[in-house]
């Protein structure tokens, strides 16, 4: 099946330096036997990232480790064992009991799904000297799906232990790259997001983004924001969509690749000037369920806001110019919002 990638998003599969199907598949792989409603057995389900206790936020606690559960992909979604792939490997690295941390153990981990175990030595901030860990994936979304190659990127929050001592809260943003192959598509390359360090001079719009309760990040996100090096546009247009909308972002800057997938056209995203909503009121984009009209009515207010490019599993018209609003596989799961200047 040919998934074109046309639009505005994630790099080619030569990623430069850091800016840096199928329901057979078997759901039983290492770390995804539960289903995300507490039940068992390998029916697809809405994506699930609910944790049962403790912080979500990077503030050391004496609590128990969360409860976790593992991430399904959506039965609607146009490719679901690509994002399962991808998910179940991220899980794999970031998840160990006590004494099970270190890369040796993650490449044995690995290679248990049947992947290199080579792998381990790219997973960046997934793996610490921690004694122990557990990781919640938030969202898998496209970096973009051709016929034969993919970008999933896996947003995840994680939670380590070492000693009995605190817990420490923190995550990151995995672009996992992938190929197709038999009897299932393999990850070829890792490539966890690297926002930078938080800004002494934060502007007072960054501050209102992450204090405002209507708009969720996750902690690559949240870090890229705190950086200083997200663009004024893209974070006034973020406040005004809480004004109407509550908005769980999944992808600012860091962890989205530098190119549009499979072409040499550089993204908004590596240049703070852009960000995806994989959540609209709750309701994912990708579901069946979800109304079109709320897609419909989000895209038009984030032209509205100000975006030149925007991006979601419909194809709308009536826009500014004749490519601001598009539509394509990749962004099947969410909406993109691109911003000029």
């Given at each position: ?9 994630p ?6 330096s850091v ?7 078997a759901?039983t ?7 995300s409603?507490?039940?068992r ?5 809405a994506?699930?990232a609910?944790?049962s ?7 050391p ?9 593992a991430?399904?992909p959506?039965?609607?979604?146009v490719?679901?064992?690509v ?16 004494g099970?941390?270190?890369t040796?153990?993650?490449?044995a981990?690995?290679?248990a ?11 960046g901030?997934?793996l610490?000297?921690?004694?122990e ?7 898998a ?8 190659s993919?970008?999933v ?6 939670w380590?232990?070492s000693?009995?001592g605190p817990v ?13 192959a ?13 926002p930078g360090?938080?800004?002494t001079?934060?502007?007072d719009?960054?501050?209102k983004?992450l204090?405002?309760r ?7 996100s949240a ?7 997200v663009?004024p ?6 406040l005004?969509?809480a004004?109407r ?5 999944s992808v600012v800057?860091?962890?989205?690749p530098l190119d549009?997938?499979?072409t ?5 995203h590596p240049?703070g000037r852009?960000f ?10 990708v579901?069946?369920?979800?109304p079109?009209?709320?897609i ?8 509205a806001?100000?975006?030149y490019?925007?991006?979601g ?5 009536g ?5 601001q609003?598009?539509?394509d596989a990749t ?11």
């Amino acid at each position: 099946m040919t998934i074109p990638s046309t639009a505005h998003g994630p790099a080619d599969p030569g990623r430069r330096s850091v800016l840096l199907s199928a329901a057979a598949l078997a759901l039983t792989a290492s770390g995804c036997s539960g289903r995300s409603d507490g039940t068992r057995g390998p029916r697809l389900s809405a994506p699930t990232a609910s944790v049962s206790s403790a912080s979500a936020g990077a503030t050391p606690s004496s609590a128990a480790l969360p409860h976790t559960t593992a991430w399904r992909p959506n039965a609607a979604d146009v490719e679901p064992a690509v994002k399962l792939r991808a998910v179940q490997l991220v899980e794999a690295l970031g998840t160990w009991r006590p004494g099970g941390g270190g890369t040796s153990k993650a490449r044995a981990r690995v290679t248990a799904l049947g992947l290199p175990g080579a792998l381990a030595d790219q997973a960046g901030p997934l793996l610490s000297g921690a004694d122990e860990s557990v990781l919640q994936v938030i969202d898998a979304q496209y970096g973009g799906i051709l016929t034969d190659s993919a970008s999933v990127l896996v947003v995840c929050r994680q939670w380590t232990r070492s000693g009995g001592g605190p817990v420490a809260g923190g995550g990151t943003t995995v672009d996992v790259r992938l190929s197709r192959a038999r009897p299932r598509w393999s990850v070829k390359a890792l490539h966890p997001a690297a926002p930078g360090p938080a800004s002494t001079t934060l502007s007072d719009t960054a501050r209102k983004v992450l204090a405002d309760r209507r708009i969720s990040l996750p902690p690559a996100s949240a870090a890229d924001i705190r950086s200083g090096a997200v663009h004024p546009s893209a974070l006034t247009a973020l406040l005004r969509l809480a004004d109407r909308y509550r908005i769980d972002v999944s992808v600012v800057r860091s962890g989205h690749p530098l190119d549009v997938f499979g072409t040499d056209r550089p993204s908004d995203h590596p240049l703070g000037r852009a960000f995806d909503v994989w959540r609209i009121n709750g309701r994912p984009v990708v579901a069946a369920s979800t109304p079109r009209s709320l897609i419909e009515s989000f895209m038009r207010a984030a032209a509205a806001a100000g975006s030149y490019n925007v991006g979601g599993p419909v194809q709308l018209g009536g826009g500014a110019t004749a490519n601001q609003f598009f539509s394509d596989a990749t962004h099947h799961d969410h909406v993109h919002a691109g911003f000029s200047s």
